[in-house]
């Protein structure tokens, strides 16, 4: 078992930013690939950023792509998401995930074996 536990929501204004962190115990070598996810309410959860704790190759979505940075200190076992130029459409409740295969989708949330419990990011206009 991966037990993941986020930090770093709150409440920002349009333009600012935040930094979300991930820290995993348990079974970390389960945890190859992290992601983080992200569900507004009333839509479906989709996909932000992952990153291969391995390789340290990285993927965006097109909708954050150039704003936010994944990064990781395999050190301590922490992934970090770095959220800049921070949008109203960007206010979610952001997820950390972890799965053990690489080099499949990383997009596709039912790939992800274990979650945390989401942190809360409101941008307000």
């Known amino acids: 078992q991966v037990q993941l536990v986020e930090s770093g929501g709150g409440l920002v204004q349009a333009g600012g930013s935040l930094r979300l962190s991930c820290v995993a115990s348990g079974r970390t070598f389960s945890s190859n690939v992290m992601g983080w996810f992200r569900q507004a309410p009333g839509k479906e959860r989709e996909f932000v950023a992952a990153?291969?704790?391995?390789?340290?190759?990285?993927y965006y979505s097109d909708s954050v792509k150039g704003r936010f940075t994944i990064s990781r200190d395999n050190t301590k076992s922490t992934v970090y998401l770095q959220m800049n130029s921070l949008k109203p459409e960007d206010t979610a409740v952001y997820y950390c995930?972890?799965?053990?295969?690489?080099?499949?989708?990383?997009?596709?949330?039912?790939?992800?074996?274990?979650w945390g419990q989401g942190t809360q990011v409101t941008v307000s206009s």
């Open positions: 995930a972890a799965r053990s295969t690489s080099g499949i989708s990383y997009s596709r949330s039912g790939l992800y074996n274990y």
């Open positions: 990153i291969n704790r391995n390789s340290g190759v990285t």
